[in-house]
């Protein structure tokens, strides 16, 4: 039996997933979990990458202590942050999150300098306030001399598969995500960095999931008790994720749900019109050069923001601060009062900045309802109610939009990931799509980490039959109009 590994690292949390296949199915198993956590630094929200760190460390070490050892390990994140590295691989500066304020005006410097639509065009990356480029122009303007010594940009899962292995390698998916890689190129593109004024030199060229990066260094075998070879998979997480859709064709839409929900499909070249730029879909990349063409909808951070702002929870600055006394209230608990409240018409645009990171998640669904001439929601349902329908018909207009640039019908949405779990949110998506839902399964991401793994380690011989695995493996949930 061959184990592989998947580190998967979220916004709240990480998880080292164990996956190995047996009779043709894949099976899972959790070995450890750890809290991934901001710190306020100099100004600015910041990830605590030394608590990551320790967690990537402390879930190898327990599959040592299990007597579980893998012979791969993948590591995958979210996007678009990243670290800088000097000519001795020191770090410089800190890794800033991308809810950070820092890129505030900076659209307005990139647009002055390279247009909005001849970066589109090029890239083939939505407009998002924390997409690396407007990041770095803010680091430029901030501390251009980190930007001066610098000789490695290296995205968050990159840095980590560099402290386990020495070896820095940037990797294609999440690249991408950085709106700096040309679509049609497949590599950064030199005139955008040129343009910019950002030092070329310090982006190298991407390489593709399942490359075989190299060994744990001796310092790592030695604190984890064991020896394993890091592997490459789609280390940008959403990339990952779209792996483990189990679709046997290619008219269903693919929608992975979490924090943030992505929802699109898999094409073979890019859509970098004016048209597509107009609906904001974005073209990343993903393994085996295929594009994910999504759009990135603000997702179930609304409803996680709503429960923490009830429980009494204060989230700022990445910590947790939870008021003596407070009622718990759990997602149940929510959706029960959501369905209470069925019929509440208002609906707000979960995609403006306003949502990103507020004071008051609920104050701000407030003031978007009475500026916008609605109904202002006044108990737990109708909050509720207002963010489910809002979600759910952000998923129609989505799908309406990606039929007209496509020229396909979809006839099915699968979704991946935690966000599958609410049932809710499915029967509601269903409801304003009038599609059937497919939900399941629920670690998408993990397991598309494991399948560009398994494909590498040839115990899988391509992307279509790691989906038929999955398809056998986990239970899809129906849900109808």
Not at 178 to 192: F, H, P, Q
């Amino acid at each position: 039996m061959r184990y592989y590994l998947a580190i998967d690292i979220g916004a709240s949390s990480g998880r080292h997933i164990l996956g190995h296949l047996e009779d043709g199915r894949l099976v899972l198993e959790e070995m450890y979990r750890f809290e991934n956590r901001q710190l306020r630094k100099d100004g600015h929200d910041c990830w605590d990458m030394e608590n990551l760190w320790d967690g990537i460390l402390g879930g190898l070490k327990a599959c040592g202590k299990a007597g579980k050892i893998p012979a791969f390990v993948g590591i995958d994140t979210w996007a678009v942050d990243f670290v800088l590295l000097d000519g001795q691989d020191a770090v410089l500066g800190d890794a800033v999150a991308y809810r950070d304020s820092r890129t505030e005006g900076m659209k307005q410097v990139v647009n002055g300098i390279i247009p909005a639509g001849e970066l589109y065009a090029r890239t083939g990356i939505q407009y998002q306030s924390f997409n690396t480029v407007y990041q770095l122009m803010a680091l430029k303007k901030e501390h251009p001399e980190q930007l001066d010594r610098a000789r490695w940009l290296l995205m968050i899962p990159e840095y980590f598969n560099f402290r386990l292995t020495g070896v820095k390698r940037n990797e294609y998916t999440n690249a991408t995500s950085t709106n700096l890689v040309n679509a049609e190129g497949k590599d950064w593109d030199r005139e955008i960095l040129a343009r910019l004024g950002l030092p070329g030199e310090i982006f190298h060229t991407p390489a593709m999931p399942g490359t075989v990066l190299g060994n744990l260094l001796p310092e790592i075998r030695e604190a984890v008790g064991f020896d394993t070879t890091v592997i490459l998979p789609a280390t940008h997480d959403t990339g990952s994720a779209f792996l483990a859709v189990p679709a046997e064709g290619d008219d269903a839409v693919y929608l992975s749900s979490g924090t943030w929900s992505l929802l699109g499909v898999e094409n073979e070249k890019p859509i970098t019109t004016p048209e597509s730029m107009a609906q904001n879909f974005t073209n990343e990349g993903g393994a085996w050069y295929r594009y994910r063409y999504l759009k990135n909808i603000m997702g179930l951070w609304m409803i996680q923001s709503v429960r923490r702002e009830l429980n009494g929870v204060a989230y700022v600055r990445g910590r947790e601060n939870r008021a003596a006394g407070a009622k718990q209230w759990s997602f149940p608990d929510l959706i029960e009062e959501a369905r209470k409240a069925e019929g509440f018409p208002s609906v707000v645009d979960v995609n403006r900045d306003r949502f990103l990171a507020p004071d008051s998640m609920i104050e701000a669904i407030r003031q978007e309802c009475a500026e916008t001439g609605q109904a202002v929601p006044e108990t737990v349902g109708q909050i509720m109610q207002c963010v489910y329908t809002s979600l759910s018909l952000c998923y129609r207009d989505a799908i309406r939009s990606l039929e007209k640039l496509t020229g396909k019908h979809y006839t099915a949405i699968h979704i991946v990931g935690g966000g599958c779990q609410d049932g809710y949110l499915n029967e509601r998506t269903a409801k304003a799509t009038g599609l059937p839902v497919w939900a399941g399964p629920v670690e998408g991401t993990a397991i598309g980490n494991l399948a560009v793994q398994m494909i590498a380690g040839g115990d899988l011989k391509d992307l279509q039959s790691a989906r038929d695995a999955i398809r056998r493996s986990f239970e899809i949930k129906e849900v109808t109009p």
